[in-house]
């Protein structure tokens, strides 16, 4: 059973860098063919899917983040994370990690194609 956990600060002042880090059990990140995403819920919105590192190490975003977030791992701990720069409040939300379903052919951008999910951790942008 995989498991994920994130971590980080749960107050971010504006223009500043938000930085989650989503600890895995239970499976590999590296483990052919998945993708280990980062996806947020704004309060009274739906879930938006922002980005995801590949088994590969390759990294993929939403265009809607404009080149602002960026996701790094490290295999030895079996972790990812996320940064998220010139943050505003805007970006409140609860923030989650997950994992996609085996995605051999194309790269995941939607929610239906996570099946493992963080219990999520609310993050404040606020000065």
């Known amino acids: 059973q995989v498991q994920l956990q994130e971590s980080g600060p749960g107050l971010v002042s504006p223009s500043q860098t938000l930085s989650l880090t989503c600890t895995v059990s239970?499976?590999?990140?590296?483990?052919?063919?998945?993708?280990w995403g980062w996806i947020r819920q704004p309060p009274g919105k739906g879930l938006q899917w922002m980005g995801a590192?590949?088994?590969?190490?390759?990294?993929y975003y939403s265009s809607s983040l404009k080149s602002r977030a960026s996701i790094s791992r490290d295999t030895s701990k079996n972790q990812f994370t996320l940064r998220l720069s010139s943050v505003t409040p805007e970006d409140t939300a609860v923030y989650y990690c997950a994992r996609s379903r085996d995605s051999r052919w194309h790269v995941p951008r939607t929610i239906d194609e996570y099946d493992y999910r963080g219990q999520g951790t609310q993050v404040t942008v606020s000065s």
């Open positions: 239970g499976g590999v990140i590296t483990t052919n063919y998945y993708y």
């Open positions: 590192i590949a088994y590969s190490g390759n990294t």
